[in-house]
């Protein structure tokens, strides 16, 4: 398919709790896991309020998926069951394989202030794949490159390239991009994606217009908090954009920056049989993976 994405799917994150206690918004994980594939879920877990994230996420088991934790303010501690220990701060990016199984502890300690700010984003891993040692790649902050647009977006490259700037996570199966775009205001940002690929955005900061669609009722929308009927719809915070297929998206902000995570990857198209942590293509692999639980030989790997 050629020309611009079109705006498929609008939604807003919705509040939930998850972990020992931990307050967020969920922008994926309900309806049709298939959806987004090979995304499965993501979270958004900033908050201002220290109970609502000090619980944090205590041991927990996965399998047959990958974890990209990326914080904007914050600390996040973190070990596992093969010895892997280490804190995830402010503009870091944590991407775990889970493969044929880790359990391991994610526990938020927020900034100076009480801040903490960060996404996670679960992605499914090929039945090829689901089975492959655990890994895990820590990125810091600064070896995150930051690319300019012609226009004035800056863009931080977690995965993928843009300008010629490779961002440091590479060799992954789904073949993603990870980006942290900021448009400032009077400007059009375009991005080229490839065809075939899931691409949505998430908005984090300001409002944007996502394929100059000025009309709201020209794709479906959930929740959608902000139209303007003589503007056209400004998405703001806490919307999660779905993307037709095409070459390129383009996101306008005007009065104001936008800001947005934009992700996308190569869909698996296999089935999908998900419990909790765990992510399988059939239920009897899942089966095998929670009777493992019970009988201590969930881990495969060895200890580092």
Known sequence: MSGNRRVRKVVRSRATIEGAGVHLRRAIGFGDP????PFLLLDDFRSDVPEHYLRGFPWHPHRGIETITY?????VEHGDSLGNQGVISSGDVQWMTAGSGIIHQEMPKGDSQGAMHGFQLWANLPARDKMMDPR??????????????PGGARIKVIAGTVHGMAGPVRDVVTDPQYLDVTVPPGVTFTHRTPSGHTVFAYVIGGKGVFCDQKDPYSYEAEGVGYFDMERGPQLGDGHLVLFDD???VTVSAEEEAVRFLLISGKPIREPVAWHGPIVMNTQEELRIAFDELQRGTFIKGKRG
């Open 71 to 75: 914080v904007l303010r914050g600390d």
């Open 246 to 248: 095409g070459e390129a």
């Open 136 to 149: 895990y790649r820590e990125v810091k902050s600064g070896e995150i490159p930051e690319a300019k647009d």
């Open 34 to 37: 298939h959806l987004y594939d």
